[in-house]
C-alpha cells in the first residue's frame, strides 16, 4: 500500500540518515546505505499506481537511446547474456539519467537551501496545502496554489523536489508576452541558416542536424517521459495572456505534444529507423535526450505547481483540470521557526528582543489583512542582526520602516 504523506514539507529530505543509523559505520557503508535508500524511495514513488485516465505513455517511450551507437544495443545484457525485459531495460536506462539529474541537483545550491528551509506545519490551512500536494502526486493533476506575496508558493516547489529526491526545479517564469511554444521549445533557425551557409575547411556546409537546433523548455523537459516526475514551477501565470492556460489544457490531458519542425522530416517510408531519431537539448545542462518521430510523450505525469497571487481568475475548464489551494500566511509562532530554519538557533537566541520587535511590527493588527511578505522580514533581520548593522536607534528604526513598507502604499 502507498503511503499518502509522501511529501510532509518539513524541510527533511526522504533519504537523510539519522545519528542512530549511521553511528558506528564507515564511510563505504553510509553510502551504500543512502543509495538503498535513494532506490526504496524511488521505487516507492514509481508504485504509485495513477488513475487510468492518467495513465500517460508506454515502457517503450522510456528506452528510447542513442540509435546511432550500436553498443547501446549490446551494453544493457547482463551477464548471462540473456535477453531482458522492456521494464528492465527502461529502468537501467532511466536511472542511469536519474543518477545524472541527481548530480546536477547538488550543483545548485540555492535551490537545496530553498527547499531545506521550506516548511509546512500543522494548522488547519498548511495540513489542506500538504494533503493537495500529495493529492495532486496521487492524481498526476496540476496545483494552482494563491497566495499572499512572500508566503512561500514558490518555495514550495523547491521543497518538494528536495524532500523526494526529484533533482533539480524545472522553473518557467511567466510574463504577459510567454506562450505555450516558448515553453515547450525553442527552434533556432537563424542558427541553422547561418550554419548552412558557412563552409567549413572541406568546402562542406557546417549545418548540423537539426535537433541541434532545437532545445526543449522547462514545460517541454518536463515532460521527458521517466520513471519518477520531475518537479515542475509555472510561476505567477496569473500574469499570462488570456489564451495561455486554454493552451495548456490539451497538454495537461494528453501529457503529450509535437515538434513540426521534426515530424515533418520523419521519413515513414526509411528501412533505417535510426533516420527517425532526433537528438534536442534540453533545460538540464548536457543532458541531451532523443526524441522518437518528433514527438515527446511523458510517462510519469510531471508533479507541476503553478503560482498565482490572484491578479486574474481562470477559465473554468482550467480550474477544472487542477487541484486548487490557498498557501497560508505564518501565524507568529510559524515565523520564529522559518528564522530559525533561516539563520540558525544562536542568532535568534543572541537577538532575541530585537526579532520579536520586527516580528510584532511585521504582523497585521487583529482584523487586518497582511500587507507585508515574509521575505521582507527576513531582509529587516538580516541588516539589524549583522556585525555591521547600525548601532544608533533611530537609524535602525528607519532601516526597518525601510525595509517592511507595506506592500499596499503606493510609492
Not at 87 to 112: G, N, P
Not at 149 to 163: C, D, F, N, R, V
Not at 196 to 206: I, V
Not at 251 to 266: A, C, N
Request: a negative charge; glycine letters at 4%.
Amino acid at each position: 500500500m502507498s503511503e499518502w504523506y509522501l511529501f510532509q514539507g518539513k524541510g527533511a529530505r526522504k533519504i537523510e540518515l539519522t545519528e542512530e543509523e549511521t553511528k558506528e559505520l564507515n564511510k563505504k557503508e553510509v553510502t551504500e546505505l543512502i543509495n538503498e535508500k535513494i532506490r526504496e524511495l524511488r521505487l516507492k514513488i514509481k508504485s504509485i499506481d495513477a488513475p487510468p485516465w492518467r495513465q500517460f505513455g508506454s515502457l517503450e517511450d522510456l528506452v528510447i537511446r542513442n540509435p546511432h551507437r550500436e553498443a547501446d544495443t549490446q551494453d544493457q545484457s547482463n551477464n548471462d547474456s540473456k535477453e531482458i525485459s522492456t521494464e528492465e531495460l527502461a529502468e537501467s536506462l532511466d536511472y542511469k539519467r536519474f543518477k545524472e539529474l541527481a548530480k546536477l541537483a547538488k550543483k545548485k545550491t540555492r535551490e537545496i537551501k530553498k527547499g531545506k528551509n521550506f516548511r509546512l506545519f500543522d494548522s488547519k490551512d498548511a495540513k489542506s496545502v500538504r494533503d493537495a500536494v500529495n493529492a495532486a502526486i496521487f492524481l498526476r493533476r496540476p496545483l494552482l496554489i494563491t497566495g499572499n506575496p512572500g508566503s512561500g508558493k514558490t518555495s514550495l516547489a523547491y521543497a518538494i523536489a528536495h524532500e523526494l529526491n526529484l533533482g533539480s526545479v524545472l522553473s518557467w517564469s511567466i510574463n504577459a508576452r510567454s506562450t505555450l511554444q516558448e515553453g515547450l521549445y525553442r527552434y533556432d533557425a537563424i542558427a541553422r541558416l547561418q550554419d548552412a551557409n558557412k563552409p567549413n575547411k572541406d568546402g562542406n556546409s557546417e549545418e548540423k542536424p537539426i535537433g541541434k537546433y532545437i532545445k526543449l523548455g522547462a514545460l517541454g523537459t518536463a515532460f521527458i517521459p521517466s520513471f519518477l516526475p520531475r518537479v515542475l514551477l509555472i510561476d505567477e501565470i496569473d500574469k499570462c495572456d488570456i489564451t495561455l492556460p486554454n493552451d495548456l489544457l490539451n497538454l495537461f490531458e494528453e501529457g503529450q505534444f509535437e515538434i513540426p519542425e521534426l515530424v515533418r522530416r520523419v521519413d515513414k517510408n526509411s528501412e533505417d529507423k535510426k533516420d527517425n531519431f532526433f537528438e534536442v537539448q534540453t533545460q538540464d545542462e548536457n543532458l541531451d535526450v532523443w526524441i522518437k518521430g518528433g514527438r515527446v510523450k511523458c510517462y510519469a505525469f510531471p508533479i507541476i505547481i503553478m503560482t498565482s497571487n490572484g491578479e486574474r481568475d481562470f477559465p473554468q475548464a482550467f480550474k477544472r483540470r487542477c487541484l486548487r489551494v490557498r498557501m497560508p500566511d505564518p501565524d507568529e509562532d510559524e515565523l520564529e521557526t522559518i528564522i530559525r530554519a533561516h539563520f540558525g538557533k544562536k542568532l535568534f537566541d543572541d537577538n532575541k528582543d530585537e526579532i520579536e520587535e520586527l516580528i510584532d511590527d511585521f504582523l497585521p493588527d487583529v482584523g487586518e489583512a497582511r500587507n507585508k511578505a515574509t521575505d521582507q522580514l527576513l531582509n529587516a533581520i538580516y541588516v539589524i542582526t549583522h556585525d555591521a548593522s547600525p548601532q544608533d536607534d533611530a537609524q535602525k528604526k528607519a532601516i526597518q520602516e525601510l525595509l517592511m513598507r507595506s506592500l499596499d502604499k503606493i510609492d
